[in-house]
């Protein structure tokens, strides 16, 4: 028997869709009503399905929620549909971009009565964590948005003044976000060494205009890895230099086979987001619960193929983060 799909049945399964992503205290109706900018009557009948979604509305709707359409009407496995978050200077600006990952978080963390978790399979560390410390994270936005053809920092070189308040403040909050939420990371021996190479590569290259910026960055580096080892220890996430902040528990595991590839899985109740960097700045995004489960059972083979360094297992991790250490130790006698 072939099952024909109504379109009130797409919109159904769309708004059941959106309403999932919603915080249980939240209206649905009232939500509509305020994104759509329409009343709450005119709400209550496009989620009963007697009026039909108009294209805009749908637009409006998926951008708000990452919520795609298109997994609706085409529903088979084989078929996935990513949402592209992008960086274009011009219509997607670096501090855009760093706003949606806040949204993202915040969205996530509007939840407090579901369980939750984020497992970040990484490639070199999660970048949340160098935001905790203002010169480390003014590089990395410096060094990014000049690998991204960001047309101010073309032709100048590093100088941490020339990175906006405004979007030190971003990456603060967005460390504040991820630290409050479960995690689970998926690290490997390269950790930092992509960093540490950035700093190579801009001292070799005359892009610091003070002597020893290389050796501050690097010195950062050693602060964030031994705060990384602590909250190992602990098991729990805390922020760097405030003592007693406590937030969501950690565990961190070391992988020595695979190299991450920025993989990102939002577990939320018994939903699934997944996001993917598939080239530097450039996110994909999709919930739909096939691939997500698919993300989750490859996350969880990796885990168990990797050696859990937080709260037990003290000698695998002293002697990663010795390793960590000599690493940082070698490239400050490169760059004196």
């Known amino acids: 028997m072939n099952t024909v799909t109504t379109k009130e049945s797409i919109q159904s399964t769309f708004l059941d869709q959106i309403k999932k992503n919603l915080p249980p205290n939240h209206s ?8 759509l900018t329409i009343s709450r009557d005119s709400a209550y009948r496009r989620i009963r399905g007697e009026t039909i979604l108009s294209l805009e509305e749908v637009s409006i709707l998926s951008r708000r929620f990452n919520v795609s359409v298109d997994a609706f009407l085409s529903p088979q496995n084989e078929t996935v549909s990513f949402q592209m978050r992008y960086f274009d200077e011009d219509r ?3 501090e855009k971009w760093f706003r949606s990952i ?3 978080l915040d969205t996530f963390t509007a939840f407090p009565e579901v369980n939750k978790e984020l497992i970040y399979n990484a490639k070199d560390l999660p970048i949340f964590h160098f935001f905790q410390f ?3 994270a003014a590089f990395k936005m410096y060094f990014w948005m000049k690998s991204f053809g960001h047309s101010k920092f073309n032709t100048t070189k590093y100088n941490p003044e020339e990175i906006s308040k405004e979007l030190l403040e971003v990456g603060r909050k967005i460390w504040s976000r991820y630290a409050s939420i479960p995690s689970t990371e998926i690290i490997t021996k390269e950790m ?19 002597k020893n910026d290389a050796k501050g960055l690097l010195e950062d580096c050693r602060l964030l890895a031994g705060h990384v080892k602590a909250q190992a220890v602990s098991g729990v996430k805390s922020t760097f230099g405030e003592e007693g902040s406590v937030g969501g528990k950690i565990e961190i595991y070391l992988n020595d086979l695979v190299i991450g590839d920025n993989t990102v899985l939002f577990k939320l109740g018994e939903k699934r987001i997944t996001f993917i960097s598939p080239n530097g700045f450039n996110v994909l995004t999709t919930s739909q619960e096939f691939f997500g489960r698919l993300t989750e059972a490859n996350m969880e083979n990796l885990k168990s193929k990797s050696v859990l360094i937080s709260a037990t297992a003290e000698k695998d991790r002293n002697v990663f983060f010795n390793y960590v250490e000599d690493r ?3 490239m400050e006698a490169r760059v004196s």
């Open 28 to 35: 649905f109706a009232d939500e509509l009503a305020e994104l």
């Open 102 to 104: 806040l949204g993202s």
């Open 192 to 210: 930092l060494n992509i960093t540490m190479r950035q700093v190579e590569y801009a001292h070799e290259c005359g892009m610091f205009v003070g």
């Open 92 to 94: 997607f600006s670096f």
């Open 328 to 330: 940082i130790a070698e």
């Open 134 to 136: 203002q010169r480390l």
